[in-house]
Every structure is written in structure tokens, then in C-alpha cells.
């Protein structure tokens, strides 16, 4: 994909709704960096490799997601609901964890 393409992607990628996310990822896009997915509800959605570089995710409901080799470097993750999200291998926002419903989430598969 060319600079032009990715900056069409992450503008197409802020402010959409849940349908249009798990159109997008199963027609093959895996970028949606710096999207705004706030409030988003993705229960139990297969989301596996994606990458939410610099993601808005406050109060996203991401709960008994797949995760697994999801980028979240610089995702804001403040009252997002990852129980139970398989975040195998996931990269998290500075090595960590920001967020205390992670409890229940599944880090290793």
C-alpha cells in the first residue's frame, strides 16, 4: 500500500461503527491506525493481526475478542472491556497493561 492509500485508510477508519470494521477486516485490512473506535462494540470479533497503532478505544467493548498479534502501540485503551480477548503475542501500549478490566483476558491463547 502507498502513503496516500494508508492516509485514505485511517481517514475512512475514524468514526466507524462496528459493521463497517468487520466488513473492512474481512475484505483483507488489517490498518486501522489511528481510527477512532470509541464506544465501538466488537464482542467477540475475530480481529486477529490487526493494527491499532494510536487507536481510540476508550470504552470500546473488545470482550471475548480475538486480539492475537493485534498491534496496540499507543492504543488509548481508558475503560475498554478486553475480558476474556485472546491478546496472544499482542503488542500493548508501552509493554503494559492500562486498563483494569484486563484481568480476564487471555494472553497467552
Not at 470494521?21 to 464482542?43: H, K, M, P, T
Request: hydrophobic content about 35%.
Amino acid at each position: 500500500m502507498n502513503k496516500h492509500s494508508d492516509n485514505a485508510t485511517r481517514c475512512e477508519a475514524t468514526n466507524m461503527d462496528a459493521n463497517k470494521v468487520l466488513r473492512q477486516y474481512a475484505a483483507g485490512e488489517r490498518n486501522f491506525r489511528e481510527a477512532d473506535w470509541r464506544g465501538i462494540s466488537l464482542a467477540k470479533a475475530n480481529l486477529s493481526g490487526v493494527d491499532l497503532t494510536g487507536t481510540h478505544l476508550s470504552n470500546a467493548d473488545l470482550s471475548d475478542s480475538d486480539l492475537s498479534n493485534a498491534n496496540l502501540n499507543w492504543a488509548e485503551l481508558k475503560g475498554a472491556n478486553l475480558s476474556r480477548a485472546n491478546l496472544r503475542r499482542a503488542k500493548m501500549p508501552n509493554g503494559r497493561m492500562h486498563n483494569d478490566r484486563l484481568k480476564s483476558a487471555n494472553y497467552f491463547g
